[in-house]
């Protein structure tokens, strides 16, 4: 339908719904069951079967086919059907891997998905946009994404940018009433809203005419769906390394197979053993284990209040060496409330804390009743008239729906016994005159029930102070001399030293038959009553955070639109300015180029009275100093300095659709120290990632080199083929996964930030993955030929010997890859995953050696339990001989 051409009524009489108090639970329940979901149909993901057929992609994997089918061929059926049973193990746990990667990304679109007001049951309520349904009433503001499809039923100055359908960059204003013109394209339709738009100006409200497929959205969904798979830096580097380790693997296998076949052994049984070491030279399983540990570190991050958008941000956290943060609601409470009361020269403190109404009002230490007071009176009901905030109760406790600055005078008044309800019943609201960021003031008319009229308005101090031509002095009207605003500047000055932000209350009379003018004549020749100093008390965790991120090489740096000295008070107070240390205004900030900025950037810690705009000059100001910067912002001006920062971070709470969707990193409780947690859980992840690379590839080293010794020095095979494939999947596989859960050391956060061109081997990685790995391929080897030369007869012991200290030698150096200092800095038993992974493997290995039907296939034998002190003694001295080299060095 063409619900463009439709009055309002209509519309609403055709989608059966009511302007006045929407729709109620069992129509939206029976409309979601007749048109589903809100949401554009996903594209067909791929069948089980074929993200199963996948995993035998590999060309190592294809290569080990091969060599299965040759053994078959050749008549070695038990080790043809070995081999295709752990491909097939490999595949499975790739499979479910791969699924579990999907299954949280899938989750974390869920988690993303944005938020609208709906009125519903005559309640507005914040909803999932999936959950709405045709005949919804949704209402909207700048910084909002358009839900669905709408028709504009309500307009205050309201654009919205289209571009996404339209491709015109600049918004479009709308209006409410019909265009009776036909066939008009999307952009000309300026009564209408779509779905996936950004609202850049004004409010409205709308009705909802389209959901899902049938939105104009949904007719371009594919473009939607075709959402590009994001490689990280991290997962570029491990596929370069997998290349560099396939072209190595080949040419040692290569090497190893010339020589087996030079000393004599056949041809085929050093080609399986070739392609067998080349299986355990390249850790196939890499990417996988990667991919899962970002994934599980995202999911870890979820539960600590963060949801990751974009996957490098994991990895750019723990390069981050500056954190710029909004004060507001992220280091502080975000719950104004007035403690201090100024007017005519006197001072009133206010008791309670937060949103609860309860608090008595005092004179230095005694208490006073504001109704008896004229001038606090006064100041406290004008305060509570020329307010559009309310005040709820929600889950047992009292939020601000509004302005916490409102909230903050509106629970101010409700403490001296002034409610809305009663206020309402003497005095009437006739006209408002909104809040505007430049001329910093509201102000409403409202009449009395004698017939009085009365402009009442509230604002900046300052501002208000130039206004007015009279002051309320000892409950008495006289003429604001100079002495008088001197007063009044002290008294600012006063209250702002104290950390507190204040709020100037004015008043006049207005004839009554004189004519509403412009907010410019209606603000002007004002009686001045007095101040309203209140505080966003800081969370009492942040400071904490900000001192572990000093102690982590992190600046954190605080931006406000606060004066400068309640910046500098909250800031010292919380431990980000330090002695010494400079703060920027944002009157500075704008006569300065980013050039100049870069100069004294590094010394600034507070950047007071600032608008967004200035926030893009700070980022690139840092980055042009070789800092990673990590950006706080929550509103639509906010969204370039996201963008442009290293990690760009959005408030989930206070945040704008517009700030979520170019963020890489949302806070789900806007809070400072869940930044501090999720760059902890960036570096942690990093590390772990190391972890396991450095683990799979000393095993992997030493697996080569005991084969290559081996042949080097004329000695049988110690290992079998079917006994290196085993290793490869039982030991690489579980402990290595296990590693990815591991826990941060108590060092993390008490380290510098890395470098973002850091390399994987980087601090000492690959000296580490080739020495162990030379260690345990010599532990192997002796004790393979001690038991060797003890029985040369009895070659298949031997084997089973070197077999079982290669396994046991890879199990405890696992515990060492856990610390970049030495095994002995970690409790084994703080990562039971570890643990229980490392027992599994042991029973695994116990299983093969000791059950007899397995015995053949793995080419094992019973060992004697003498033989077992051998195996421990020598599988432990790689990892035990390094730790006590470092420790011995250290002293």
């Known amino acids: 339908m063409n619900w463009y051409q439709m009055e309002t009524d ?318 507001t609601g992220t280091m502080t409470q975000n719950k104004m409330t007035v403690t201090h009361l100024w007017s005519g020269g006197e001072t009133w403190q206010v008791g309670g804390t937060g949103y609860e109404p309860q608090g008595g009002f005092y004179k230095e230490e005694d208490e006073v009743d504001p109704k008896q007071i004229k001038s606090l009176h006064q100041l406290l009901t004008f305060g509570s008239l020329c307010n559009n905030a309310q005040l709820l109760i929600k889950d047992k406790e009292y939020v601000i729906d509004g302005d916490p600055t409102e909230g903050a005078l509106l629970v101010a008044s409700l403490k001296a016994g002034l409610s809305k309800e009663q206020l309402a019943s003497q005095f009437k609201i006739e006209h408002e005159f909104p809040f505007d960021s430049s001329r910093k003031m509201m102000s409403v008319i409202v009449k009395d029930n004698v017939g009085n009229r009365y402009v009442i308005t509230k604002g900046a101090p300052d501002v208000l102070l130039n206004n007015s031509e009279s002051i309320l002095w000892e409950n008495k009207q006289q003429y604001l001399t100079e002495k008088y605003k001197s007063n009044v500047k002290e008294a600012i000055e006063k209250l702002a030293s104290g950390a507190l932000r204040t709020i100037a209350v004015a008043f006049k009379p207005l004839p009554e038959n004189k004519q509403i003018g412009s907010e410019f004549e209606v603000e002007k020749d004002l009686t001045f009553i007095g101040l309203q100093g209140m505080i966003d008390p800081p969370r009492p965790e942040v400071k904490l955070a900000v001192k572990e991120c000093k102690d982590a090489g992190i600046k954190t740096v605080m931006i406000t639109g606060d004066h400068v000295i309640t910046a500098k008070a909250i800031a010292t107070q919380l431990g980000i300015l330090p002695r010494g240390g400079k703060v920027l205004d944002g009157y500075a900030l704008s006569s300065m180029t980013v050039e100049e900025l870069e100069d004294i950037v590094d010394d600034v810690y507070v950047f007071a009275r600032v608008s967004p705009e200035h926030k893009l000059k700070i980022v690139k100001a840092f980055q042009k100093n070789g800092h990673i910067v990590a950006m706080t912002g929550d509103g639509v001006n906010d969204a370039p300095a996201i963008k442009a920062a290293d990690i760009g971070i959005a408030m989930g709470i206070t945040g704008t659709d517009v700030a979520k969707e170019a963020s890489s990193l949302v806070l789900l409780d806007d809070n400072f120290a869940t930044i501090k947690s999720a760059i902890k859980e960036g570096r942690n992840i990093y590390e772990n990632i190391r972890k396991f690379i450095r683990y799979l590839l000393a095993s992997n080293v030493g697996e080569i080199l005991v084969m290559l010794f081996a042949m080097l020095l004329g000695l049988p095979l110690p290992l079998v083929p079917i006994q290196i494939l085993w290793v490869n999947l039982v030991t690489d596989g579980l402990p290595a996964m296990a590693l990815g859960l591991d826990q941060a050391e108590d060092n993390v956060m008490k380290r510098n930030p890395r470098s973002p061109k850091e390399g994987v081997f980087a601090r000492g990685l690959g000296w580490k993955v080739i020495s162990r790995g030379f260690l345990i391929g010599i532990a192997t080897l002796i004790a393979f030929m001690i038991v060797y030369h003890r029985d040369p007869n009895n070659l298949g012991y031997a084997q089973t010997i070197a077999f079982s200290t290669l396994v046991l030698a890879q199990l405890i150096h696992v515990f060492d890859c856990r610390s970049e200092r030495s095994v002995f800095h970690r409790n084994p038993f703080q990562n039971m995953y570890l643990v229980w992974a490392v027992i599994s493997s042991l029973l695994l290995m116990l299983v093969v050696i000791y059950y007899p039907p397995l015995q053949p296939i793995f080419h094992t034998q019973f060992i004697d339990p003498r033989d077992w002190l051998l195996i421990i003694g020598l599988a432990a001295l790689p990892t035990f001989l390094l730790a006590g080299s470092l420790l011995s060095r250290k002293k």
């Not at 992609?57 to 290569?63: G, L, P």
């Not at 053994?71 to 059907?81: N, P």
């Not at 076949?261 to 990667?290: K, T």
């Open 10 to 327: 209509k519309v609403e009489e055709t989608m059966n719904t009511d302007i006045q108090t929407g729709l109620s639970d069992k129509a939206v329940r029976e409309r979601q069951k007749q048109y589903g979901f809100n949401e554009l149909k996903e594209a067909e993901r791929p069948s089980a079967l074929l993200v199963f057929l996948e995993q035998f992609k590999d060309f190592m994997v294809v290569v080990l086919l091969a060599a299965t089918l040759i053994s078959g061929l050749l008549g070695e059926y038990i080790d043809a059907i070995a081999i295709i049973a752990i491909v097939l193990i490999n595949g499975f746990l790739g499979y479910f891997q791969e699924r579990k990667a999907e299954k949280s990304l899938h989750a974390l679109k869920e988690l993303s998905a944005p938020q609208v007001n709906v009125l519903r049951n005559n309640q507005w309520v914040k909803i999932a946009s999936k959950e709405l349904v045709i005949g919804d009433l949704i209402k909207f503001a700048s910084g909002d994404r358009i839900g669905a499809d709408l028709r504009i039923v309500e307009t205050k100055s309201l654009e919205i940018e289209e571009s996404a359908l339209t491709g015109e960059s600049l918004p479009v204003s709308k209006k409410v009433q019909p265009i009776h013109s036909e066939n008009i394209s999307l952009g000309d339709q300026e009564n209408m809203a779509f779905m996936g738009t950004m609202v850049t100006r004004g409010s409205g409200i709308g009705i909802v005419v389209g959901t899902g497929m049938d939105t104009a959205m949904g007719q371009i969904a594919d473009l939607l769906q075709s959402a590009e798979t994001m490689i990280t830096p991290l997962q570029r580097k491990l596929e370069q390394l997998g290349k560099i380790l396939i072209v190595v693997a080949l040419l040692l296998t290569l090497l190893v197979v010339v020589v087996g076949v030079i000393q004599g052994h056949e041809i085929y049984e050093m080609f399986l053993a070739g392609v067998s070491l080349a299986v355990a030279a390249i850790p196939e399983g890499l990417p996988a284990i990667v991919t899962v540990a970002l994934s599980l570190g995202v999911q870890r991050m979820i539960k600590k209040k963060s949801i990751v958008r974009k996957l490098p941000a994991v990895e750019t956290l723990g390069c981050a060496s500056v954190i710029c943060s909004d004060k």
